[in-house]
């Protein structure tokens, strides 16, 4: 019975620790989807023709407002420890991400 007591509290630690590790990726995933944005902004600079340039800087500014509503996805998530607004939080930042990558 102790054994199986010492587990259980090991497996429970675990289970912790990780749920604490993955709260924290909001903030890199926002920060690589922000440098991303920085990029494709700089190579939509680039684009000549005015269709391709404008089809650019729309999803730019699409990738943007999801980048904006991931932070405030994480800040919600932080202050009242939810970890739906950290799941949204990251779908919003992968979803600016996809649509930047698009772009390059």
């Known amino acids: 019975m102790k054994t199986l007591f ?5 497996l429970v630690g675990v289970g912790l620790m990780a749920t604490q590790a993955f709260a924290f990726t909001c903030p890199v995933l926002i920060k690589t ?17 005015e ?6 800087m729309a999803i730019i500014e ?3 407002n999801l980048s ?5 996805d994480h800040k919600e998530a932080v202050d009242k420890k ?6 949204r939080g990251e779908a ?3 979803a600016a991400q996809a649509l930047v990558d698009m772009v390059k």
């Open 6 to 10: 010492v587990l259980l509290s090991v």
């Open 33 to 49: 989807a922000n440098e991303s944005i920085a990029k494709a902004e700089s190579a939509a600079a680039k684009i000549t023709g």
């Open 51 to 56: 269709r391709e340039k404008g089809r650019a």
């Open 62 to 64: 699409l990738a943007k």
């Open 68 to 72: 904006k509503q991931a932070a405030a």
């Open 82 to 87: 939810s970890a739906e607004a950290h799941y």
């Open 92 to 94: 919003n930042a992968k």
